[in-house]
């Protein structure tokens, strides 16, 4: 079946050019055109078109509230925003009342084919996962629970994490769900461009009743199908959350995801303890500068004295960095194999923050998200070992025994 595209923009000769541009592609028909947002919302209703080609700046109604209408009313039409450079501060609003995609003009005829089918196929994809019937199901193996970690702050977990997430819900089109333990200053809402309603402060004020249905009125959605815990709203309000929570909605968690991610913060709280026990990989994310090799060596000796450096991978972020030390002198200074390396591409990373948009969907042809991709496939081939039990240090606290 092939592709149905609206065209909206209000140059007559920019909606003849795109025509042009798409006559021979044979997945694809143009259905219609408007001339503005409102014709826009007309046509959309009307013929239901599976991607929408939109322009921002249009007279009467423009792109963006056109957007976001669509978004709301019929949300199974994908806008791609069409855009002349210089509208960038457009963008993000566009983004965020709902467009998947953006192309600055002018755009060659690969970038346009490319795009449309991109947004379609990944809009297929999230039907499939929207339509699943029942939150509790037969999963297809045992959940994999992967926390990224690190001694060391501002080393990119969070980064690293959220394309993670999405990047695995990509790869399986299973359920992958990203929860913030960073509680005081997490931002993987931020990075993921999803405002929280409710977040974790709110969850355990429910946590006696909580089965896999209720938790799912506490989960965001992204675009993507991930789903987000996000932290609390307000750094005071961590302290409410304990290890005993963490362990519970991790074991909620497990009843109906197949992939739980966790960020974390740089500390050996009691509650990122907890992860890290209960969890079945530790990325734990090191960069190649002093301090960070320190902290890390560190913290893995800590991992070591809680038996838990046996399931601790070795991340290198920002590899390709030139800084004059040597990948294996970290490693033998750590004892410990780097298993993926992640370049260093501040471009591709900060204009995805920018947009709100992770970059393993931003800049799917780019090594970064390569190198994340092949994270996501070490993540899937990992061991489907059975659910660690908590062990009984935890419940006697791994914090008290570390720090008494
Ligand atoms: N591979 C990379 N290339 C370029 N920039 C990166 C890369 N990874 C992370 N960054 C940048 O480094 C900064 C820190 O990243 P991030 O917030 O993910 O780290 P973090 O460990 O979660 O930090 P925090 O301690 O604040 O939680 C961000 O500005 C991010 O954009
Ligand atoms: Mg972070």
Redesign the pocket.
Known sequence: MAIKILIVDDVTETRENIKRLLYFEKDMMIIGEAADGEAAVRQTDKLSPDVILMDINMPGMDGIAATEQISLKCPKSAIIIMSVQGEQEYLKKAMVAGAREYMVKPFSTDELVDTIRKVYDFEQKRRVQLSEPSIVRELQRDPQVVAIF?TK????????ATNLAVSLAEETRQRVVIIDL?LQ?G?VAVLLNVVPKRTITELIQDINQMDPELMESYLITHPTGVKVLPCPTRPEYAELITGAHVEKILGILKQSYDYIII?T??LFHETTLTALDLCHQILL?VSLDLPTIKNVKLGLEVLDSLHLKGKVKLVL??SSSDIGIKVEDMEESLGLKVVSH?????RT??SS?NKGNPFVTASPNTR?TESIRELAHMIMQGEAKSQPEPRAEVKKGLFGKLFK
């Open positions: 690190s702050g501002g080393v990119g977990r969070t980064t690293i960073d200053f931002d960020d913060p740089p994310i972020n920002r992640i370049p260093s591409d501040g990373v900060i923050v970064i």
